[in-house]
């Protein structure tokens, strides 16, 4: 049976007349219904047998997002076979020795080999494999400009910028606050240094998730009844080189694992509880 992962899906199934031979009042409340499981799809006499054939099971709860984001990785995996790596690795700022390309992620080895298989000297999961495989399916290779840039400020950022700011700033500075040596973790772990930023800060970092991907976390501490702030920059190519969306996945990646590596160092539990990543 195909996957049904909303009541829209199965209204767009349905004549759309509300004729009521269902006994719902609209085709969107059988709809929903059937979602639902307390009506089955055949109950809708015009349907023809094929959709009833494809459709008439039991509808299937939605994927999770961890479901949703491992299906990515294998569809973007498939790809691979197709693509020049070589060609590929002159776009990355990668290496390619006849068997598989290498590019430094979060200073790292990642290995993506012709097969589409994936290896690395980190933990592999599917929010770094989902930016990774799109940076080498498509990334245009744009050298840096030098210029740092807010993501809302990037192309198409303002729309996202809330949940960005929630899911990526938000975390990251609440690490910042309870964790002192989050930023020399940053410089040890991942082959960060200290820099300048693009704005007076107490704390500058700058970081290379991926080698034309990098990125400054800017922190102020805070001081005299005024709040800590946190502010993550990209180079103004970020979105030609990386997509938004992996962008803002690699950047909920890397929180992600700052959180783990607090964690680690005994942030009290109650201020875990209170970040989610999503």
Partial sequence: MTRINNPMEIYKLLPQTNCMDC??????????????????????????????????????????IEEDMRDA????????????????AGRTGGKYDGKKLTVKVMGKDFNVHTNG??????????????????????????P??????????????????SLFRQRCEKPLQAIADSYPDLFRDMLD?????????PVDSDVAVIMYP??????????????????????????????????????????????IMFDKIAYKHGIPAGEQAGRTHG
């Fill in 117 to 142: 298989t994936l290896s690395s000297e980190i933990h592999i999961n599917p929010w770094l494999a989902v930016p990774v495989l799109n940076y080498v399916l498509n990334g245009k290779g744009r």
């Fill in 23 to 64: 006994n719902e009042k609209t085709c969107l409340a059988f709809a929903v219904a059937v979602f639902k499981n307390r009506k089955p799809l055949d109950q809708c006499p015009h349907l023809s047998h094929d959709v009833l054939e494809k459709y008439g099971g039991e509808t299937e709860k939605p994927n999770t």
């Fill in 210 to 255: 991926l080698p034309l991907l990098p990125v400054i976390v800017c922190y102020w501490e805070p001081e005299d009844g005024i709040d800590s702030s946190l502010h993550i920059y990209y180079d103004e190519t970020a979105a030609e080189n990386l997509d938004l969306d992996s962008l803002y996945t690699l950047t909920a990646g890397m929180v």
């Fill in 73 to 88: 990785v294998e569809f973007l995996k498939a790809k691979i076979p197709g693509i020049d790596l070589a060609e590929a």
């Fill in 189 to 197: 772990i991942f082959n960060g240094r200290r820099v300048e930023g």
């Fill in 144 to 161: 840096l400009s030098g210029n740092w840039i807010t993501f809302r400020e990037l192309k198409g950022g303002m729309e996202r910028y």
